[in-house]
């Protein structure tokens, strides 16, 4: 079983759905990141959360220290929200290294 | 934007060669990061370093050799590429000594070995 899981793992959705992308992870953690990967391109951090909620335009993103879960959530979704979301954790002593969920591939149509 | 940056993007070569893929970032971050991701899959840390001269592997063994002689430079090095090694290979920085620190990625370098 994968330290970081996350689901779903493929999520097609019609333009101007609200989205969700959960992500349960197993270990210790100080922080955890949210990337969002293009097709054929590199990768840019979204979130780094370590408590709480952050927001940032449409997108939202939740953390549950207790629980060990985090969301990311799309309002409005848009063709360009299309790409890969991947859950990433720092853990306690892991010194910056981060690991990685599976990725959520995300297909929003017109 | 972050300035990290990574080249070749693509590269196709042949079994045996010796190939260096470089990755440069001008934020003066301590910690820089190899990546190996193969299509669909997860990435995997292959490689680390706090700052100059100090290097460690990561999670995922790999054949791959770094160094690290300047803050801004961590060079990948494959002695001799084989079909094994065709992935994509991404590099990243962060700042500081905490490890609640932002990774910022390059675009990463697709290698196919042929």
């Known amino acids: ?110 | 934007e972050a300035d990290i940056y990574q080249t070749p993007r693509y590269l196709v070569i042949g079994t045996g060669k010796k190939i260096t893929l470089e990755c440069s970032q001008t934020m003066g971050h301590d910690k820089m990061y190899w990546y190996q991701q193969d299509p669909g899959m997860e990435l995997h840390l292959i490689h680390y370093s706090y700052g100059v001269n100090s290097t460690e592997k990561g999670d995922l063994s790999s054949e791959s050799t770094v160094s690290r002689i300047r803050t801004e430079h961590f060079p990948l090095t494959l002695e001799s590429a084989r079909p094994s090694h065709t992935s994509q290979y991404l590099c990243a920085s962060s700042r500081g000594l905490t490890t609640r620190e932002t990774q910022y990625f390059g675009p990463g370098t697709r290698l196919l070995v042929l």
Not at chain 1, 52 to 62: N, P, S, V
Not at chain 1, 69 to 83: E, W
């Open chain 1, 1 to 110: 079983k994968n330290e970081v899981e996350q689901s779903p793992q493929n999520l097609t959705a019609q333009e101007g759905e609200f989205i969700t992308i959960n992500c349960s992870y197993s270990v210790g953690i100080s922080a955890l990141h949210w990337l969002q990967q293009h097709p054929g391109g590199g990768i840019v951090s979204l979130f780094m959360l370590s408590s709480g909620k952050k927001k940032h335009g449409r997108l939202i993103a939740t953390i549950n220290i207790q629980e060990k879960h985090s969301s990311l959530h799309i309002t409005a979704s848009h063709p360009r929200d299309s790409a890969v979301y991947i859950c990433a954790v720092i853990g306690g002593t892991s010194y910056g290294k981060l690991t990685f969920g599976q990725g959520t591939i995300l297909t929003v149509h017109p």
